[in-house]
């Protein structure tokens, strides 16, 4: 049986701007929109019109760049919302509905039944005006079941193609995941997407747990920015699809780290450097045992082949090093050394250095012929 095809939807440009760490110009979002399209991302959320105007104008520019992408707009479940996404020329319009009753009279302050007439009526309408549409219920993992079942009925009724269950507060566990979006399919949405926050470090994991339910779309950012701790990085989804073979997307994977780190350069985001993936540490061996195993044996301390997404094996000597993978190194790069003198340089360089990624190989070649006072 074939993986499912699982849609990323990117809403980086919306969700990933309420991010202190992102500075996103209407500029920046036209040069990432076109990155997204250039990585096979399936949709990208470029903003919220009603609350930022010149978002309209982003959309337009957009339409001129994108070859396979499908844009898409946020909205409230409000007519004028959905006019302005209309207006924009987006292929898709999400229309989110607070889900729990904190939610629900915080944001809207009227009854369920009142929210849920509003709802309907915006879906219809912008099936009116030629949107698809999605129906995003936030803070879904606070609802009943019953009030999660007759939110699905409505928005299915209304002509929703999917509904998008969001863990707005990032507090629901995978086995939550799994049962909404069962409920979901029960109550006869075409399609279940996700949008997950990662409050308790889940998100990944209750992407995980939704697409062996049953979802086939999932929310997505660049390194997982967005409001408080961010959302579902896309490049670590993207990733275990390459290398675990669960479910496939349309990502380029052998592209997938240099367009997302050119992406996140455009919005001005400093990547972590352990951070999974994209990270400068991402594939870096360091410990002697890692380093010289690394070269004699590739793979045996790696999960995969960077070069499979994009990325480069590193190695990195300093505190760590041993006589034997500095040996090894050396003859690597053509230059022979013997036995006492590997264990030499080996010494000098951990005494010399308290990092233990303190030389690159280029590095480790010229302290090698410094110590050796080798001049070839």
Not at 68 to 86: I, N, P
Not at 156 to 174: C, S
């Amino acid at each position: 049986m074939q993986a499912p095809y699982i849609r990323l939807y990117d809403t980086t440009l919306r969700e990933g701007s309420q991010s202190p760490l992102a500075r996103i110009t209407p500029e920046a979002k036209v040069k990432v929109i076109g990155i997204l399209d250039e990585l096979g991302v399936d949709v990208v959320e470029a903003g919220f019109p009603r609350a930022q105007p010149e978002d309209v104008e982003v959309y337009k520019r957009a339409r001129e760049l994108v070859s396979r992408t499908e844009l898409s707009g946020f909205a409230r479940a409000v007519r004028g919302d959905v006019d302005l996404v209309a207006e924009s020329g987006a292929d898709i319009v999400q229309v989110f509905i607070p889900g729990s009753e904190a939610q629900l009279r915080a944001i809207m302050g009227v009854s369920r039944s009142e929210a849920l007439r509003r709802l309907e009526d915006s879906v219809r309408h912008a099936s009116s005006r030629g949107l698809r549409v999605y129906v995003a219920v936030t803070d879904a993992p606070r609802m009943g079941e019953g009030e999660l079942r007759e939110t699905v009925r409505v928005s299915v009724r209304a002509g929703a193609e999917e509904v998008v269950l969001a863990d707005t507060l990032g507090i629901a566990m995978p086995w939550d995941v799994e049962g909404l979006v069962k409920i979901a399919l029960e109550e006869g949405a075409p399609s279940v997407g996700l949008h997950l926050h990662n409050d308790l470090g889940l998100a990944l994991c209750n992407a995980l747990a939704g697409i062996r339910a049953g979802a086939r779309e999932v929310q997505v950012t660049l390194g997982g920015i967005g409001e408080r701790l961010g959302n579902t990085p896309l490049e670590e989804l993207a990733a275990i699809a390459r290398v675990k073979g669960l479910y496939r997307t349309g990502v380029k994977y052998e592209r997938l780290i240099p367009l997302v780190r050119k992406a996140l350069k455009v919005l001005g985001v400093n990547i972590y450097p352990l951070k999974p993936i994209i990270g400068d540490y991402a594939f870096t061996h360091v410990s002697d045992i890692h380093v010289y195993s690394t070269l004699r044996h590739p793979g045996s301390f790696e999960g995969f082949d960077p070069g499979i997404l994009g990325g480069e094996r590193a190695l990195r000597f300093g505190r760590l090093s041993g006589p034997r993978s500095v040996k090894l190194a050396l003859e690597t790069a053509g230059l022979r050394v013997s036995d006492e003198e590997a264990r030499l340089i080996a010494r000098k360089l951990r005494r010399e250095y308290d990092r233990v990624d303190a030389l690159d190989l280029e590095g480790l070649i010229e302290f090698a012929k410094r110590v050796l006072g080798r001049s070839q």
